[in-house]
């Protein structure tokens, strides 16, 4: 039978307040049958009481068809029918819905703002100092509580409430959290784009009084950010926007919005920074705050576009012990981010403290394993009996929490970490018969799920950043793991907004005023880093057939390249410069304008040869930079071209394929020796100059022969960086060696990723040494998703899945079983649905594979023969 599934709107499932004018629609179809393919469709988007708008097509199109119909109303739920036909003559139908926003000209709320105490600057002492040891209560503020008490006096048909704030907020009505999102209105850069959210409070809305609570805590607006947690990077003041709709039964509507007439006061919640952590006195007076309106406007405002922070897992307490110092600890065995949900029953007045941290030293003791301006400490002053209790408007990096004066009565199950995430579906499942492999796989996701809150950040307990070259280097991979469109999209919006004048892509998106300092020395921004606004949209085009994003995101790619042109033609590395020869060779001279090799960058950061685990160490990493930056600008020009060529623009992509060459030429004239070696004796150089094809043919050899022997006198261990550890398995098969490619992958010894599953890894960390093999840990972070990159690989290379068309419409499954593995199986939630492939090679090589429904399979086996299937569940 033939079905329709997951009908999704502008990528997202069913979502509340839209303002797109002409949303995309897609979907995809599961069948029993072999061979299906759509051949037409009928979608029809309507609205109670409104002419139903119907496109229809002969086509086997199911992702992104574009609404071209009547302007859409606003606050408005539309119903969406999909009727498809196959090439069999069934049919099937699904119905799903979006609603959408509140219009500019529809908001009557003003934004309003009260005079709570305002956080000032904590002066703890700059970049990677250690946390502040003054009370936070001194530099903190508040967080403020509006409300607002209204009559219901007819019965309602629909309530809804549209709301922003400038901090993070959450609502109650009546006193119930109606809503599950975390931290709205999420992180953008607030002075340029703000979004506001809606919500459904229908059912929570009572006959007689009601009262919506809504409190705003700093958040990133106005709390600490960043490594020296700056602080007021937006504004200084928490302010509401807030806007509720009630419409009766009898046709009848009321509108309740934010102004002078809403109450404000401070409860019981003392502080809540992201950084610095959160304290409630449960003993504390309420206390009345005055509410002015404030004039901010609403021309940077539009609607959320990605679903919100959920808890994306509960995690029950494994085990709460004392270390070897007589602290109490908890451990809840996975490294997360969120906060503890937990149940105490103490005295009135009693203050207890909840310190975070994501690994023990080796000698059991608990370990603050992280630098800079975030404490990651909770406390609470008890009311007395039992409460349950959990943080709301901060989250932490940890596994470990020390308990601070707690009551002797405490039980593991009094205590649940909240794992938070933005809500993107997860999409991919992996297994093999290795647990070390399944281990590390697991590890990514969870490195993934922590470090995808609001923005994709770096690390979610020391820094929490936007990081740009992080998420470039790991976009192949998420967009495997879980639908990101929506939420990528999103972050490309803010890279797009947050580029600079001379087109630099900055470091940090959004780049918030707390890292300027840093960016100042780096122009802002660093080759591998700023390549985030080529390569992830190309990923997403490649995995979600998403063009869209190609397009709105060509502008600045075309910006970015700008900014490296003139660097390199204008700027000349002082040896050059100095270099008599350099002055009367011509061809010298021509070429040195295709090379980026000035300013400072991260090159290829975290190399273990050059740091020593501690993040001064990882400073060396800039070290790396020459060749890492000139092999990066090739790299960019490479995905470049290969995106003005799916948008059809052959004058550029002639421009910057003339440009690939120059730039080849050049690197290969300034930095490739006749033999094929180089001047730096880097793994990750040599891996950038083989994969982007920086070297003649000629000295291929030689170059591939010398990164074996690289990789074979550190004792078969990998010895690379951010910036190319994603390509080095991949650059060892390309050069014949998948042999090498396997060592490393089940290398034990550090560096290697087994060392880190092998020391008890549930995350992926910093660097490759974070624990150090004599034990001794680090003050790094343990939760860094970047070199979890390796993920694609196995994907691609072990279980053998690569897309040959975007979206999977046309795909290969290519296993290697001499990767030493009996049992794989990946089942994939494709754009055009599940791909699932499943090898096992015991006594005999044997593959099952499922096809989805309007997609191609290319099966090429061990043993040399190809098949092409369509959809359907085959065995090989
Ligand atoms: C972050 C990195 C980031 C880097 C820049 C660090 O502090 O945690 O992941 O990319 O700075 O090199």
Redesign the pocket.
């Known amino acids: 039978m033939l079905k329709v599934q997951d009908i999704r709107t502008e990528y997202r499932l069913n979502p509340m307040g839209i303002d797109a004018e002409s949303p995309r629609f897609s979907w995809h179809l599961v069948s029993d049958k072999q061979n299906v393919k759509q051949t037409s469709y009928e979608l029809t988007v309507q609205a109670a009481g409104q002419e139903p708008w119907t496109t229809k097509a002969v086509s086997e199109e199911i992702l992104e068809i574009a609404y071209t119909g009547p302007k859409l109303q606003s606050r408005t739920r539309y119903t969406i029918t999909v009727t498809v036909t196959d090439n069999y003559g069934e049919q099937a139908t699904a119905e799903s819905w979006f609603e959408t926003g509140i219009a500019k000209e529809e908001w009557q709320a003003k934004w309003i703002e009260s005079d709570h105490k305002v956080t000032t600057q904590d002066g703890n002492g700059g970049l990677l100092s250690k946390p502040t040891k003054r009370d936070p209560e001194e530099f903190l503020a508040p967080p403020t509580v509006f409300s607002k008490v209204f009559t219901v006096g007819k019965p309602v048909a629909q309530a809804r409430l549209y709301a922003t704030a400038h901090g993070v907020y959450d609502f109650t009505v009546n006193g119930v959290r109606t809503d599950d999102r975390f931290l709205a209105p999420d992180f953008t850069p607030y002075d340029k784009w703000l979004t506001y959210q809606t919500y459904d409070i229908t059912d929570a809305l009572q006959s007689g009084d009601n009262k919506l609570a809504i409190t705003v805590a700093d958040g990133w607006y106005s709390g600490c950010v960043g490594l020296t947690g700056g602080v007021n990077s937006y504004g200084k003041r928490h302010a509401l926007l807030a806007q509720l709709e009630i419409r009766y039964e009898d046709g009848s509507s009321e509108i309740i919005a934010s102004d002078e007439s809403f109450a404000a006061t401070e409860e019981e919640i003392v502080y809540a920074d992201l950084y610095v952590g959160e304290k409630h006195d449960y003993t504390r007076e309420s206390k009345a705050l005055n509410v002015s309106a404030a004039d901010h406007g609403l021309d940077i405002l539009t609607a959320s576009d990605k679903d919100p922070v959920r808890i994306w897992r509960e995690i029950p307490c494994v085990e709460i012990f004392t270390d070897t110092i007589g602290n109490t600890v908890l451990d809840f065995g996975q490294v997360t981010a969120g906060f503890v949900r937990f149940t105490v029953r103490g005295e009135k007045g009693q203050v207890i403290g909840m310190e975070h941290g994501e690994i023990l030293k080796e000698n059991g003791e608990f370990f603050v394993n992280f630098e800079g301006a975030a404490r990651q400490y909770d406390e609470f002053v008890l009311s007395g009996g039992e409460q349950q209790i959990q943080p709301r408007y901060t989250f932490h990096g940890f596994r470990y929490v020390r308990l601070v004066n707690f009551p002797e009565d405490i039980r593991p199950e009094d205590f649940t970490a909240l794992a938070l995430s933005s809500d993107t579906r997860d999409t991919l499942q992996f297994e093999c018969n290795d647990p070390r492999l399944n281990r590390l796989w697991q590890n990514t996701v969870w490195s993934q799920k922590a470090n995808t809150i609001a923005i994709p950040t ?2 979610p307990q020391r ?1 929490k950043a936007g ?1 740009t ?2 998420m470039q280097v790991f976009s192949a991979t998420i967009v495997q793991n879980t639908d990101s469109n929506a939420f990528l999209s999103s972050w490309l919006r803010m890279m797009a907004m947050e580029q600079m004048k001379a087109g630099q892509i900055p470091m940090i998106i959004p780049y918030v005023p707390e890292y300027t300092m840093i960016g100042n020395f780096f122009d802002h921004t660093s080759a591998c880093w700023g390549d985030a606004v080529e390569v992830a949209p190309f990923r997403m085009y490649r995995a979600y057939g998403n063009k869209r994003i190609l397009e709105q995101m060509y502008p600045s790619i075309q910006r970015w390249i700008g900014f490296i042109e003139e660097k390199a033609a204008n700027h000349i590395p002082l040896k050059h410069r100095l270099n008599p020869k350099y002055w009367f060779n011509k061809k010298a001279k021509e070429l040195q304008k295709y090379l980026w090799n000035t300013g400072l960058h ?1 090159g290829d ?1 975290m190399v273990p040869s050059k740091t020593s685990g501690s993040m001064a160490g990882a400073a060396k990493g800039i070290l790396t930079k020459a060749l890492v930056v000139p092999a990066y600008y090739c790299y960019t020009l490479q995905i470049t071209a290969q995106i003005a060529e799916i948008l059809g623009k052959t004058e550029d992509v002639k421009k910057y394929r003339a440009t690939i060459e120059k730039v080849k030429e050049a690197y290969d004239y300034y930095y490739i020796r006749k033999d094929g070696t180089m001047p730096t004796d880097l793994q990750g150089v040599y891996v950038l100059t083989l994969h982007f094809g920086l070297i003649p043919e000629h000295k291929r050899e030689n170059a591939a022969k010398t990164l074996i022997k690289m990789i074979e006198d550190n004792g078969n261990r990998l010895d690379t960086g ?1 910036a190319s550890t994603e390509f080095l398995l991949d650059t060892l098969c390309e050069i014949g060696r998948p042999d090498k490619a396997y060592e490393l992958l089940w290398q034990e010894e550090a560096p290697s990723w087994l060392y880190e599953v092998k020391s008890g890894a549930t995350s992926i960390w ?1 660097c490759w040494d974070a624990k150090l093999p004599n034990g001794k840990v680090q003050t790094v ?1 343990y939760n ?1 998703y ?1 070199y979890g990159c390796v993920d694609d690989w196995i994907y691609r290379h072990i279980v053998g899945l690569t897309a040959i068309e975007p979206a999977y419409r046309k795909f290969r499954v290519e296993p290697h079983p001499q990767c030493g593995l009996t049992h794989v199986k990946e089942s994939f939630r494709s754009p055009y649905g599940d791909i699932v492939v499943e090898w096992k090679n015991e006594d005999a090589f044997s593959l099952q594979v499922e096809v989805p429904v309007g997609t191609e399979a290319e099966i090429v086996l061990p043993n040399g023969q190809t098949h092409t299937v369509g959809s359907g569940t085959y065995s090989f």
């Open positions: 770096d690390c820094e990081w070259g992080d991260y950061w951010f910093e972070s860094h970047a």
